[in-house]
């Protein structure tokens, strides 16, 4: 079992340019989880997935970001036009779909935008 | 708001010494609380937790206790070892089907030889 994968693991745009960052959960995972990391900010609950169908974006950004799950395999986070405040560390969970269960973290994709 | 509330930000102990992280929430809705352990460039790894019915978990030397009525929980990590030098992450949720955690900021241990 390879975990929770993640890629690219550090990644630099420029102001302005897209950034897409991939997530691959552990396999037979239904849930999968995008949190973003800041040291001001700390970890921030962004929006999850269960069968691939969005359950809940109440943490995303309303303009800019989006994320899409198309297949059980792999989950996108898309940052639009990239500003130097969405510099942090993406990290995706996934989980087994049942009460409370142990959400497992990739080692994250670090975001710099200058 | 900040509804998980970690204390202290960090902690200094020295090797075989009982280290006590402290964690309080205000959603009463709360009745999931894992311990998340991060070092450096990787991410968060669950260590331990505990559902609300209960007021002690143990794992290994780790124990969490958790007060219900005063939403506060904490974490004794004994005979600590320099290996537990980590940042250490209180969580909560909430009942129910897997759903968001929401995170504490994170109390940073360093454990001296």
């Known amino acids: 079992n390879a975990g929770v994968i993640q890629t690219p693991r550090h990644k630099v745009t420029g102001k302005g340019q897209e950034a897409t960052l991939w997530c691959e959960p552990i396999s037979g995972h239904s849930a999968v989880f995008w949190y973003r990391q800041t040291i001001v900010q700390g970890l921030e609950f962004l929006t999850y997935?269960?069968?691939?169908?969005?359950?809940?974006d109440s943490g995303m950004p309303k303009e800019r970001f989006s994320a899409q799950m198309p297949n059980q395999s792999h989950s996108t986070l898309k940052i639009q036009s990239t500003q130097p405040q969405d510099s942090a560390v993406y990290l995706c969970?996934?989980?087994?779909?049942?009460?409370?269960?142990?959400?497992?973290f990739g080692p994250g994709t670090r975001l710099l935008v200058l | 708001q900040q509804q998980v509330r970690q204390s202290p930000q960090s902690l200094t102990v020295w090797e075989g010494e009982t280290a006590i992280l402290n964690c309080s929430y205000e959603?009463?809705?709360?009745?999931?609380f894992p311990w998340y352990q991060q070092f450096p460039g990787e991410g968060p790894a669950l260590l331990i937790a505990?559902?609300?019915?209960?007021d002690k978990k143990e794992d290994g030397g780790f124990t969490i206790f958790f007060n219900k009525r005063e939403k506060n929980l904490s974490l004794h990590i004994k005979d600590s070892q320099p290996g537990d030098s980590a940042t250490y992450f209180c969580?909560?949720?909430?009942?129910?089907?897997?759903?968001?955690?929401?995170f504490g900021s994170g109390t940073k241990v360093i454990v001296l030889p």
């Open positions: 505990i559902r609300s019915v209960s």
């Open positions: 959603n009463s809705a709360f009745d999931y």
């Open positions: 997935f269960r069968n691939q169908a969005p359950i809940d």
């Open positions: 969580a909560a949720s909430g009942t129910g089907f897997a759903s968001a955690l929401t």
């Open positions: 969970a996934s989980s087994f779909w049942g009460e409370q269960d142990t959400q497992y």
